[in-house]
């Protein structure tokens, strides 16, 4: 069965600092990987995927994200925060077929202090 | 483009009430897809379709019945409300791989 585990409920970061938002997954076979933000009171913004090809994957905003294989991990990085980052961010896997069925993480919130 | 649409926004039911949350989208997208997002269990896949015509079971369908008669719209129905279907609703539609969202139905059921 798939999953997904976000292991932090909160992270906290001084605006300007580097940020990372962790996430580790399990799936049988080549996963496609999401990362996505909500706002207070929005909708799911979609960030970034990995499908296939470099490991490094850039999103919109100036986010990032690293797959690594043999950790089974995807985690979220910016170089530099700013106090608008500060939102709930989710981690999500699809299976390779890929209908629209994803597995989301609990989601960590990001604050991000002046 | 509108996008996905939901409609309402807020909706308060008493339990046992039945009551349909809408969903739309102008993309022409074949795949849909409904979750339900509860305080620190992330998003959680109701039903999906991927076409007319064609629907399948979630991770908690229970309590919840969906239709697609078209491409464009995908309405969740609840039969009788409950407390515990108290939540906040999305819907999804997809392309190439990448779930768009709509903005969200907050349900409150006493």
């Known amino acids: 069965a798939q999953s997904v585990a976000q292991p932090e409920d909160q992270v906290n970061v001084a605006e300007g600092n580097p940020l990372t938002v962790k996430c580790t997954y399990s799936v049988s076979g080549n996963p496609y990987l999401f990362w996505y933000v909500q706002y207070p009171n929005r909708g799911l913004q979609f960030l970034l995927k990995?499908?296939?090809?470099?490991?490094l994957v850039k999103g919109s905003y100036g986010f990032e994200a690293e797959f690594n294989k043999s950790q089974t991990s995807f985690h979220l990085k910016k170089p530099s925060a700013l106090v608008s980052d500060s939102a709930l961010y989710f981690c999500?896997?699809?299976?390779?077929?890929?209908?629209?069925?994803?597995?989301f993480g609990q989601g960590t919130t990001l604050q991000v202090k002046p | 483009n509108a996008g996905v649409t939901q409609t309402p926004k807020f909706q308060v039911l008493k339990t046992g009430q039945s009551m349909t949350l809408q969903c739309a989208q102008d993309?022409?997208?074949?795949?849909m897809s409904w979750y339900r997002q509860d305080p620190g269990m992330g998003l959680r896949l109701i039903h999906y379709?991927?076409?007319?015509?064609?629907?399948d079971q979630g991770e908690v369908p229970n309590g919840y019945n969906v239709s697609r008669s078209t491409t464009e719209d995908f309405p969740l129905r609840l039969l009788s409300a409950a407390p515990s279907q108290t939540s906040v609703y999305f819907c999804?539609?997809?392309?190439?791989?990448?779930?768009?969202f709509g903005p969200g139905t907050r349900l409150l059921v006493l």
């Open positions: 999500a896997v699809g299976g390779s077929s890929n209908t629209g069925k994803l597995i």
């Open positions: 990995y499908i296939t090809g470099d490991n």
């Open positions: 999804a539609s997809l392309l190439q791989e990448t779930q768009y």
């Open positions: 379709s991927v076409g007319a015509g064609i629907t």
């Open positions: 993309m022409n997208h074949e795949y």
